[in-house]
């Protein structure tokens, strides 16, 4: 199980926060080829945040 931090520093699940995410922008940032989890997170986040004008919780 991959450990990643969310933005208030909490430990949470890679794999769990994945499922939850927008399928669109994760399909989006697969494409661009990132490939390190924790930077993968980072970027769905600001992402959510531009499509929805809220921050990505798990």
Known sequence: MKRI???N???IDF???VMM????I???LHAQGIE???EFYNAY???HYEK???DFEI
């Open 15 to 17: 794999e769990a926060a």
């Open 36 to 38: 390190d989890e924790q």
């Open 52 to 54: 929805y004008g809220e």
């Open 9 to 11: 520093g909490n430990t």
């Open 5 to 7: 931090k969310d933005y």
């Open 21 to 24: 995410m927008d399928d669109e």
């Open 45 to 47: 986040c600001d992402k």
């Open 26 to 28: 994760r399909e989006e």
